[in-house]
């Protein structure tokens, strides 16, 4: 039932982030990457299975943990995609800046410095 | 409870990871001292170098080699395996991610090291060595994104206009490609319950009848594909890799999209070796596709650099198609062209930096005369244009000689054929690139700078050493494809390898 529940919210994430990813204007791409990796954070805890609220700790009175704990793995993956995702969208945020700064458009198809728009064709004879 | 520590001879494993973390670690620390960090960047290549080729031996001898984080036991601890395959790629990465920082000595000016060039090499490195030395899938992920920064921070130093224009367009599909990895990876999970390589390798063959194994398979060979630059989602390549500098250009193009292929092959040979769904026609398809355009794009470019990126892309169209005959005589085929690819594409790429240093330009149009100038220059670059091209005495011939005789003896014509023509293509393509800046007069109002001593010899030399490597791999194939066959045989039968693993550990 949960799991249903984060599924749903993932897939709206996804579809947003896909909308937003398919745009020109590279702030919406920012934006299209942060929901991206939502979705991503949701969809890995979904496929952790949300099983129950009984921390991962094993019991001082047992030796190995009750059957129902939560899952920690996909807490630990999670968490280490969170913080690559926040870093790598921090780098991302400053680049975008720096090239409207420099470029002087938000839009990605008029950035045509690097793949200029008519380039030279290579000679046909010596 | 307590085990003892695992002793220093069997970390031989995570040294290539240690120790350029390390350095890279002294480098920003001494940041203020420009002077010092070539020194530090140098001394730290050397010792993994050292340690990569000691770690080569050891396989070699041994067999795979694994070490489990923290002495857990093996599929819930963090598992570092070390086949041949991953051994013999770590060893060649770093040799050349060594030579071209030696490049980089006359490349790179002030201002770039002082905003840390030399340990972003460094860390790129680390990332790299780690992809090809981790043994679990999730590990492989954190790699790839430490070495997806570094690359980052090296594809914007010196903050030009081209620059900044060609790293929107490659941090923005590279990190889309990352996370869908991690979607891939996340899913997988949730179907298989694990995220070790060995121990995936045993779980998915008990799910074969599991539907979502197809989805999560292409999944990862769409997120592979954007980091290996396969058609259709290539294209970022040629949008941002003639943009930073010399050296930078040159270690990308040789050994980043070598990655992806290596995670290509690990997934379809470790985790899928049965490809569930349509993953090997697809993968197949692709192949031939990006082999194809590939050599077409290069035709048409006048840029070096970016005819250079279209070669890159050509050669791994042929090495997913070996990877998708899954044989494995096309498999080692693949993985040979792997190391010839990263040889021939450094060296290019190098000497393509030099030309710009003496010439003033890269492109095709205002190009020409330089066989007055460096006699040995065009020489160096003529045995690279048979190298790519793939013409004997060098080393090109031997893989692609492998992959059409393999893929003859599978029945794939079409796509072996396939590979003839796009060999016919690059070679119309770099023999004219060749004939156009060396062979003809040059043109009007051209002025070729002649370097001194101290600029050519760390210019020249490392292209040299590495034109070096590929005469003798095409004199003598033999030392390389032994490594190779064993590498590839142990992909066929990971039985030593997941032995390695899961008996690792208490």
Redesign the interface.
């Known amino acids: 039932m949960v799991e249903a529940a984060i599924t749903l919210v993932a897939a709206a994430l996804y579809a947003g982030s896909v909308y937003l990813l398919l745009s020109n204007s590279v702030v919406r791409l920012l934006l299209g990457i942060a929901l991206l990796s939502n979705a991503v954070n949701l969809t890995i805890f979904a496929a952790g299975r949300v099983t129950g609220e009984i921390p991962p700790i094993i019991p001082a009175s047992l030796k190995v943990p009750a059957p129902d704990i939560a899952n920690p793995l996909p807490q630990a993956l999670i968490l280490t995609a969170i913080v690559i995702g926040f870093s790598l969208f921090a780098f991302v945020l400053v680049l975008t800046y720096r090239s409207y700064q420099a470029l002087g458009t938000d839009n990605a198809n008029e950035m045509r410095v690097a793949e200029p728009e008519n380039p030279a064709r290579p000679p046909v004879g010596y | 409870m307590q085990q003892p520590p695992t002793d220093l001879g069997n970390w031989l494993v995570v040294w290539p990871i240690i120790i350029p973390l390390l350095t890279a670690a002294l480098g920003i620390m001494a940041r203020a001292r420009i002077g010092w960090q070539p020194v530090i960047a140098l001394a730290g290549f050397a010792a993994t170098a050292i340690m990569s080729v000691a770690l080569l031996a050891a396989v070699s001898a041994n067999g795979p080699l694994a070490l489990t984080m923290s002495n857990w036991p093996a599929p819930f601890g963090i598992t570092f395996a070390v086949d041949m395959l991953g051994a013999l790629l770590a060893s060649v990465a770093t040799l050349v991610a060594g030579l071209v920082t030696v490049y980089s000595l006359h490349d790179v000016d002030t201002a770039a090291r002082r905003h840390g060039f030399y340990p972003l090499m460094l860390m790129l490195l680390v990332g790299i060595n780690g992809s090809f030395l981790t043994g679990d899938i999730?590990n492989l992920y954190?790699w790839f994104?430490v070495m997806?920064?570094a690359s980052?921070g090296l594809i914007?130093i010196g903050?030009s206009?081209?620059q900044?224009?060609?790293?929107?367009?490659y941090?923005?599909i590279s990190?889309?490609g990352t996370?869908l990895f991690?979607?891939a990876?996340?899913?997988l999970?949730?179907?298989a319950g694990t995220?070790n390589m060995a121990d995936l390798y045993r779980t998915v063959q008990t799910l074969s009848a599991d539907t979502s194994l197809a989805i999560i398979a292409t999944l990862y060979a769409l997120a592979f594909g954007i980091k290996a630059a396969a058609f259709p989602v290539f294209f970022w390549l040629?949008?941002?890799y003639?943009?930073p500098k010399f050296a930078v250009s040159a270690v990308f193009a040789g050994l980043l999209t070598k990655v992806g292929v290596y995670a290509l092959i690990r997934t379809f040979t470790m985790v899928f070796p049965q490809g569930p769904g349509m993953v090997f026609e697809i993968l197949t398809v692709v192949g031939v596709a990006t082999m194809l355009i590939g050599a077409m794009g290069a035709?048409?470019?006048?840029?070096l650099r970016r005819m250079l990126g279209y070669l890159v892309i050509s050669g791994i169209g042929m090495m997913i198609l070996g990877l998708a005959l899954h044989t494995p005589q096309t498999i080692a085929a693949t993985i040979f062209y792997a190391v010839h690819s990263i040889l021939v594409i450094t060296a290019l790429y190098l000497m393509v930096g030099t030309i710009s240093r003496m010439a003033g330009t890269t492109?095709?149009?205002e190009l020409g005369g330089l066989y007055s100038a460096s006699p040995m220059l065009a020489g160096l670059f003529l045995v690279l244009v048979f190298a790519v091209a793939g013409f004997p005495p060098f080393s090109g011939l031997w893989p692609k000689l492998i992959l059409v005789s393999g893929g003859f003896s599978e029945g794939a014509y079409w796509s072996t054929s396939a590979v003839l023509l796009t060999s016919v293509l690059v070679t119309i393509a770099v023999g004219?690139a060749w004939?156009?800046v060396f062979w003809?007069p040059a043109p009007a109002g051209q002025s070729i700078q002649i370097l001194d001593r101290a600029t050519w010899r760390t210019m020249v030399w490392p292209a040299a050493l590495l034109v070096g490597a590929i005469v003798l791999i095409g004199f003598f194939p033999v030392m390389l494809f032994d490594l190779v066959a064993t590498a590839s045989l142990s992909l066929a039968d990971p039985s030593a390898y997941i032995g390695a693993v899961l008996g690792s550990g208490p």
């Open positions: 999730f954190v994104e997806l920064i980052f914007i903050g206009k081209e900044l224009d060609g790293a929107i367009k941090c923005f990190l889309l996370t991690l979607i990876t996340g899913l999970y949730g179907v995220l040629p949008a941002s003639h943009t035709l048409a470019q006048n840029e492109r095709l149009s004219r004939g156009l003809r």
